[in-house]
């Protein structure tokens, strides 16, 4: 019997309508369009406008595309994975209410969060469960309101996030297909740097947090850059050695959307040619859970069976890693 891979065979997304400019940004703080784009990439990010809707209306709105592209049905849905670090409540599972609401009525679900890198664990996670033979479809959403907590007086982290979610469907394959390594790292150590500190079981929310605006996000962006430059590059240099890949085997690089000069230094690193770096940063901004999965829906029509894909990602904890994947299918 053929050995049973994780392979991805649909893709889905979903992004809001209303469109932050850098422009836009320049009414709200001390910045402007020059600065944004030359440090970060950044020309325009989505924002969730409506009251009382969260990231599962971006997760579910992502899933129904890859439904309706695909004409899959939900009840064939073993498991849905919501990968976020914005979940609309504590306690009460993002994923099940998104699992319920497109009609995923025979899967069993779950959130994971690990800040930016949570879509790529949940690659890993997935693929788990498929390689385990029990389960045939696995619905894996990456999606993140990010506007919930940023404050937009904070020039240093207003003008990186946007909202967003994409979707992707793992099945088994026995072409040698779909997930073939990866390589995934965690150091608490870091916690301090990125996090939003007031609203977790440390520190729960008070009306004088509330007031002084403590449940906003904080980053040390200089600490932040700095380790996400070094590991994001160290992680693809390892992936690529451990399966005996040279630059030229790549067929594309699908890196966390945090900042174009991270990626650009991820790419540089193994000297990686820049048509082959997936790039959609200045559309959508730091979508968090949602770039890896965006990247793969704006790029799907370019996308050939056997493309060989090196994942990587960085974000807070902190966490980071990458992955090797086949892409399964001609779009």
């Given at each position: 019997?053929?050995?049973?891979?994780?392979?991805?065979?649909?893709?889905?997304?979903?992004?809001?309508?209303?469109?932050?400019?850098?422009?836009?940004?320049?009414?709200?703080?001390?910045?402007?369009?020059?600065?944004?784009?030359?440090?970060?990439?950044?020309?325009?990010?989505?924002?969730?406008?409506?009251?009382?809707?969260g990231t599962s209306f971006l997760?579910?709105?992502?899933?129904?595309?890859?439904?309706?592209?695909?004409?899959?049905?939900?009840?064939?849905?073993?498991l849905v994975i919501v990968a976020?670090?914005?979940?609309?409540?504590?306690?009460?599972?993002?994923?099940?209410?998104?699992?319920?609401?497109?009609?995923?009525?025979?899967?069993?679900?779950?959130?994971?969060?690990?800040?930016?890198?949570?879509?790529?664990?949940?690659?890993?996670?997935?693929?788990?469960?498929?390689?385990?033979?029990?389960?045939?479809?696995?619905?894996?959403?990456?999606?993140?309101?990010?506007?919930?907590?940023?404050?937009?007086?904070?020039?240093?982290?207003?003008?990186?996030?946007?909202?967003?979610?994409?979707?992707?469907?793992?099945?088994?394959?026995?072409?040698?297909?779909?997930?073939?390594?990866?390589?995934?790292?965690?150091?608490?150590?870091?916690?301090?740097?990125?996090?939003?500190?007031?609203?977790?079981?440390s520190y729960p929310l008070t009306?004088?947090?509330?007031?002084?605006?403590?449940?906003?996000?904080?980053?040390?962006?200089?600490?932040?850059?700095?380790?996400?430059?070094?590991?994001?590059?160290?992680?693809?240099?390892?992936?690529?050695?451990?399966?005996?890949?040279?630059?030229?085997?790549?067929?594309?690089?699908?890196?966390?959307?945090?900042?174009?000069?991270?990626?650009?230094?991820?790419?540089?690193?193994?000297?990686?040619?820049?048509?082959?770096?997936?790039?959609?940063?200045?559309?959508?901004?730091?979508?968090?859970?949602?770039?890896?999965?965006?990247?793969?829906?704006?790029?799907?029509?370019?996308?050939?069976?056997?493309?060989?894909?090196?994942?990587?990602?960085?974000?807070?904890?902190?966490?980071?890693?990458?992955?090797?994947?086949?892409?399964?299918?001609?779009?």
């Amino acid at each position: 019997m053929s050995k049973i891979s994780a392979a991805i065979t649909a893709v889905g997304a979903y992004v809001p309508d209303y469109v932050l400019t850098n422009q836009i940004l320049e009414t709200l703080v001390d910045t402007n369009d020059e600065w944004i784009t030359s440090r970060t990439g950044i020309k325009e990010r989505r924002i969730l406008k409506e009251e009382g809707k969260g990231t599962s209306f971006l997760a579910i709105n992502a899933a129904k595309d890859l439904i309706k592209k695909t004409g899959l049905n939900p009840k064939e849905i073993d498991l849905v994975i919501v990968a976020t670090a914005t979940p609309d409540m504590k306690a009460a599972s993002t994923a099940a209410f998104t699992a319920t609401e497109i009609g995923a009525t025979n899967a069993f679900s779950f959130d994971l969060e690990a800040a930016c890198s949570s879509f790529l664990f949940g690659m890993s996670t997935a693929s788990s469960y498929i390689e385990s033979g029990r389960y045939k479809k696995i619905l894996l959403i990456g999606a993140d309101k990010n506007s919930s907590f940023i404050d937009y007086k904070d020039r240093a982290t207003c003008i990186i996030f946007g909202d967003g979610a994409g979707a992707v469907l793992f099945e088994p394959n026995t072409e040698n297909l779909g997930l073939q390594d990866e390589y995934l790292r965690s150091d608490g150590a870091g916690r301090e740097f990125l996090q939003a500190t007031y609203g977790g079981s440390s520190y729960p929310l008070t009306p004088e947090a509330l007031a002084e605006g403590k449940h906003f996000v904080f980053q040390d962006g200089k600490t932040v850059f700095k380790n996400a430059v070094f590991n994001m590059a160290d992680v693809v240099v390892k992936i690529l050695e451990r399966n005996n890949l040279s630059k030229d085997d790549v067929s594309w690089l699908a890196a966390h959307q945090a900042n174009k000069r991270i990626i650009d230094a991820t790419a540089n690193r193994i000297d990686l040619d820049e048509n082959k770096v997936m790039m959609n940063i200045q559309k959508y901004g730091n979508t968090t859970s949602a770039t890896l999965p965006l990247l793969l829906n704006d790029y799907e029509s370019q996308l050939k069976k056997g493309d060989k894909i090196i994942f990587a990602a960085f974000g807070g904890g902190f966490t980071w890693g990458s992955i090797y994947l086949k892409w399964a299918y001609n779009s």
